[in-house]
């Protein structure tokens, strides 16, 4: 029972952050084209679809439909995989690596102020736990 109550006051706080700037860029980054590019940008490599669906955990069709968006806006480029003619891959152009890295930046700044208000041993502590989570999830899939 006391970490249902928890839960529920992890939800009200979570629903409450939407409105601080820090996470709305955080929720920038991880949808749509933005999370697409991020992934194409950190990994730096020409990729497969499928792998995109796979990595972010979003249907071949929804792919699909960003990839076609991001190409008409000169974001990624699709082209032939060379080792399998059938295949496509993606690569970020220039363009997007310009613009995610912009959002990036953005992001950083708001996290790292709403890091600066916790003060060190906080910010410290609130990065151990969000990894701890991203651990717990990890060795429980």
Do not use: C, W
Not at 46 to 65: D, G, M, N, Q, Y
Not at 82 to 87: H, I, S, T
């Amino acid at each position: 029972m006391y970490y249902e109550m928890l839960a529920g006051e992890l939800l009200n706080i979570k629903a409450k952050l939407l409105q601080v700037p820090a996470s709305q860029q955080i929720s920038k980054i991880n949808k749509g084209a933005f999370f697409v590019l991020n992934y194409l940008n950190e990994h730096n490599k020409a990729v497969h679809p499928k792998e995109l669906s796979e990595k972010l955990a979003v249907s071949t069709a929804r792919i699909a439909t960003l990839l076609k968006y991001m190409e008409e806006k000169k974001l990624i480029k699709r082209t032939e995989d060379p080792d399998d003619n059938r295949q496509v891959i993606v690569k970020i152009t220039a363009e997007g690596s310009r613009i995610i890295n912009e959002i990036r930046k953005e992001a950083i700044f708001y996290i790292s102020d709403m890091l600066k208000s916790l003060g060190p041993d906080d910010a410290k502590n609130y990065i151990r736990i969000q990894e701890k989570i991203y651990s717990s999830f990890m060795s429980n899939n």
